[in-house]
C-alpha cells in the first residue's frame, strides 16, 4: 500500500495572539512541527499543543527558526555559525524539555520560514542545522524541501532525511516554491489541493505555476497550520489520499 506522511506548523499561537486551530489539524495529521518559541508560540501554548499530539497519537518534530518574532521567521538573516548551531540546539532542547513532560517524543527538526528556505541552497547555514542536530541528537530525522541540494549533504553527514512537498504552495517549474510576495503562491481551493496531491502521490509531480509539470518525489506533505481554511485543505488532503488507497502515516513510523 502506498503511504504518505501529512504534517502542519503547530504551536505558533503566542499569548493573546491565536494562530491556527490546533486541536483540530491534529485530528487530521500525522505529523506536527511544533514552534519552539524564535518566531511563535509560548511555553503554555506549546506544551497544550504537545499534550494534544500525544493524545491524537500524533509524531512531534522541533520547527526551529531564526530568532525573528516580528516577522513569523520569514525574515532572511545572516546568522554567524556559531549562533546558528546555539540556537538551534537551544530550540531543540527546549522542546524536548516540554515534550517530556506531555508523555511524547521529539522525532524529527523541520526549520521554518526563511530558515527552511535558506539552508535548502546555502550550504553553510544547512550545516550549521545538521551540526545542532547531530551534537544534541543524531537519531532525530531532518524534514527538507524536495529536491534541495540539503538533503545529499545531511545524508552523507549521518542524518536520516525526508523530502517534503507543500500542498497549499505553488511550484516553479524547477520545483521551488513560488515566493510569497508573488501572485498565486499559496492555494486555498481544498479540492484543487487535494487533488494536485494524490497526483503527487501517484505519478510523483506537480502543476507549476505555468502549468507544466515538475517532478518532486516527497515523502511528506505539509498543509501550513496558518493558511485560511488549513483544517479543511488538510481534511480533503487526507480524504482523497485514502480514497485512493493511500496510508497516512508519519514518516517516523517507519524508523
Not at 46 to 53: E, G, R, V
Not at 90 to 113: D, E, N, S
Not at 116 to 138: C, F, K, S, W
Not at 183 to 211: C, F, N, S, T, Y
Request: glycine share 10%.
Amino acid at each position: 500500500m502506498a503511504r504518505i506522511d501529512l504534517n502542519s506548523d503547530l504551536g505558533e499561537s503566542l499569548g493573546a495572539w491565536s494562530m491556527g486551530d490546533d486541536a483540530a489539524m491534529l485530528r487530521v495529521v500525522s505529523s506536527a512541527n511544533v514552534a519552539c518559541g524564535f518566531h511563535a508560540g509560548d511555553p503554555a501554548g506549546i506544551l497544550t499543543t504537545l499534550k494534544a499530539a500525544a493524545a491524537n497519537g500524533v509524531t512531534v518534530g522541533a520547527h526551529v527558526s531564526y530568532p525573528d518574532l516580528t516577522g513569523f521567521g520569514r525574515r532572511n538573516m545572516d546568522v554567524a555559525s556559531a549562533d546558528l548551531i546555539a540556537d538551534v540546539i537551544y530550540q531543540i532542547g527546549a522542546l524536548k524539555g516540554l515534550a517530556a513532560a506531555a508523555g511524547v517524543p521529539v522525532r524529527y527538526v523541520k526549520p521554518h520560514g526563511a530558515l527552511y528556505n535558506t539552508i535548502a541552497h546555502d550550504a553553510r547555514q544547512g550545516n550549521d542545522v545538521i551540526t545542532a542536530m547531530l551534537e544534541i541528537d543524531p537519531s532525530l530525522i531532518l524534514v527538507a524541501l524536495a529536491g534541495s541540494p540539503l538533503i545529499p549533504l545531511a545524508r552523507e553527514r549521518g542524518l536520516r532525511v525526508v523530502a517534503e512537498a507543500f500542498a497549499d504552495r505553488a511550484y516553479t517549474p524547477q520545483g521551488t516554491l513560488v515566493s510569497r510576495r508573488e501572485k498565486g503562491a499559496v492555494l486555498h481551493d481544498p479540492e484543487a489541493v487535494a487533488q494536485r496531491m494524490l497526483r503527487l502521490v501517484e505519478e510523483g509531480v506537480v502543476e507549476a505555476i505555468d502549468g507544466s509539470l515538475t517532478r518532486v518525489q516527497a515523502d511528506s506533505i505539509c498543509v501550513h497550520g496558518d493558511s485560511p481554511g488549513a483544517v479543511d485543505m488538510a481534511r480533503e488532503v487526507r480524504r482523497r489520499l485514502e480514497q485512493a488507497g493511500v496510508a497516512i502515516k508519519s514518516f517516523a513510523d517507519a524508523a
